[in-house]
């Protein structure tokens, strides 16, 4: 039997900790499985990294509960058949969508740093970076040589 303490207990919630690193997320959803097979249980989280499982349960059968997790002893998780677990984020999707969401990420950061920077540069610094890029350097300069004419001639009031 290993021990465990209630670390928060209302009418029909409980959190209990058994320690840190205890057990494996692996580990973890066979636990989890197991105390979902409990008639009294209605959902279980289990967080493997602090060791903790937060449950709902019947109210009614708070002694039962109490006796169960008393008699249940976590080492039989070392030699559990995990074959037929799956942690959710080694899925396939799960991990695709985290690539996915890591490409998005990185692009708007990137994009962000890059116009934060590129913008502090003057034109010079600008166009020698732009030019291995651009075929209209001519082209820009004029455009920018415009733009600056026309901010400096219209009138403040418009700006």
Same mark, same amino acid.
């Given at each position: ?7 928060h207990?209302?009418p ?6 058994y ?17 979902y097979?409990w008639?009294?249980?209605e959902?279980? %989280?289990? +967080?493997n ?9 019947? !109210? ?7 006796? #169960? ?5 976590i ?17 396939? %999707?799960? +991990? ?10 990185f !692009?708007?950061?990137g994009?962000?740093?890059?116009? #934060?920077?590129?913008?502090?540069w003057?034109l010079a ?8 890029f ?13 733009k ?8 403040q009031?418009?700006?």
């Open positions: 039997m290993s021990s465990f303490t209630i670390v207990d209302i029909g919630r409980m959190r209990i900790r320690g840190k690193n205890k057990f494996s997320s692996v580990q973890g959803e066979v636990l989890k499985k197991d105390l097979a008639p009294m249980i959902s279980v %989280e289990v +967080i990294v602090t060791g903790s499982v937060l449950m709902s349960y019947d !109210k009614a059968q708070k002694g039962l509960l109490l006796n #169960k997790l008393k008699n249940l002893d080492q039989y998780l070392q030699n559990a058949d995990t074959s037929s677990i799956v942690v959710h984020s080694q899925t396939p %999707e799960a +991990i695709a969508m985290n690539r996915e969401y890591m490409n998005r990420f !692009k708007i950061i994009k962000r740093y890059f116009i #934060k920077c590129f913008y502090q003057d610094m600008r166009l020698r970076f732009i030019s291995p651009s075929l209209f350097e001519k082209d820009l300069i004029h455009f920018y040589n415009v600056s004419m026309f901010l400096y001639w219209m009138p009031a418009l700006v």
